[in-house]
């Protein structure tokens, strides 16, 4: 059994055992998800709309069967405090579309957690395991 987790690495598990690879590649450019659209100040408890492209990446994830339906062809926010390093999600949902592939303009709103920290933030949308580049968000 495999899943894509959101830094980019793979959890695989015989049901006993657990493992996680992590890759000593990169992900070709063109698979980025790329943030178009986002606010620049958000609040904790509120919901924002953010726009791109390639935020439901290329493939559904790892399936197989009728075991395991492990999708990961769905936008994922992630916030990175610029002087802690900490890592907070945030809920997405009302997605624009869930076209895996798709070439165009996307968005999707997400939720910021009430246990978000103030401050300055890396935020990225993340889709299959990959992660756009960086916009700069203040958390209030």
Same mark, same amino acid.
């Given at each position: #059994?495999?899943? @894509?987790?959101?830094? /980019?690495?793979?959890? @695989?598990?015989? &049901? /006993?055992?657990?493992?996680?690879?992590?890759?000593? +590649?990169?992900?070709?450019? %063109?698979?980025?998800?790329?943030?178009?659209? %986002?606010?620049?100040?958000?609040?904790?408890?509120?919901? !924002?709309?953010?726009? +791109?492209? #390639?935020? #439901?990446? &290329?493939?559904?994830?790892?399936?197989?069967?009728?075991?395991?339906?492990?999708?990961? #062809?769905?936008?994922?926010?992630?916030?990175?405090?610029?002087?802690? +390093?900490?890592? &907070? !999600?945030?809920?997405?949902?009302?997605?624009?579309?869930?076209?895996?592939?798709?070439? +165009?303009?996307?968005?999707?709103?997400?939720?910021?957690?009430?246990?978000?920290?103030?401050?300055? !933030?890396?935020?990225?949308?993340?889709?299959?395991?990959? %992660?756009?580049?960086?916009?700069? @968000?203040?958390?209030?």
């Amino acid at each position: #059994n495999m899943l @894509v987790l959101p830094t /980019g690495e793979i959890l @695989v598990t015989d &049901f /006993g055992d657990v493992w996680v690879y992590q890759s000593s +590649g990169s992900p070709d450019p %063109a698979w980025l998800p790329e943030i178009t659209s %986002a606010p620049t100040t958000v609040h904790r408890n509120g919901s !924002y709309q953010i726009s +791109g492209y #390639n935020f #439901n990446g &290329f493939s559904l994830g790892a399936t197989y069967g009728d075991d395991v339906q492990a999708a990961t #062809n769905y936008p994922i926010v992630r916030f990175t405090n610029q002087s802690t +390093g900490d890592v &907070f !999600y945030a809920r997405t949902h009302d997605h624009s579309t869930m076209g895996i592939a798709y070439s +165009g303009q996307a968005s999707t709103t997400f939720d910021v957690s009430p246990k978000t920290v103030n401050g300055l !933030y890396n935020l990225q949308v993340i889709a299959n395991g990959i %992660a756009s580049p960086p916009v700069t @968000v203040t958390v209030r």
